[in-house]
């Protein structure tokens, strides 16, 4: 079992800064690619960026430019940095990790970000 723990959450003014932090229980990234996804009430939740096992790395298009997914295989740990905040931005953040197979997903429990003024 893989138990994934986010933290680095908060409120924030608009074009403002929040780094957020996936912490895995194990070393887990050379078998499950990394992923970042949000939630904002009233809506489905979307992936904001992601980064496979060979460090490749995807953006959703809402996203580019502003934040960047990173890993630290020492700490077994993911961390999505979020800048140029915006009001949108606003959402639970989940990380999870998905199996190369694709057929097993581990999702953290969640952390809020507010943007607002």
């Known amino acids: 079992q893989v138990q994934l723990v986010e933290s680095g959450g908060g409120l924030v003014q608009p074009g403002g800064s929040l780094r957020l932090s996936c912490a895995a229980s194990?070393?887990?990234?050379?078998?499950?690619?990394m992923g970042w996804y949000r939630q904002a009430p009233g809506k489905q939740r979307e992936l904001v960026a992601a980064?496979?096992?060979?460090?490749?790395?995807h953006y959703a298009d809402f996203v580019k430019g502003r934040f960047t997914i990173s890993r630290d295989n020492a700490k077994n740990t993911v961390y999505l940095q979020m800048n140029s905040l915006k009001p949108e931005d606003t959402a639970v953040y989940y990380c999870?990790?998905?199996?190369?197979?694709?057929?097993?997903?581990?999702w953290g429990q969640g952390t809020q970000v507010t943007v607002s003024s």
């Open positions: 194990r070393n887990i990234f050379s078998i499950y690619a």
């Open positions: 980064i496979t096992s060979g460090g490749s790395i």
């Open positions: 999870n990790a998905e199996h190369y197979s694709g057929k097993i997903n581990h």
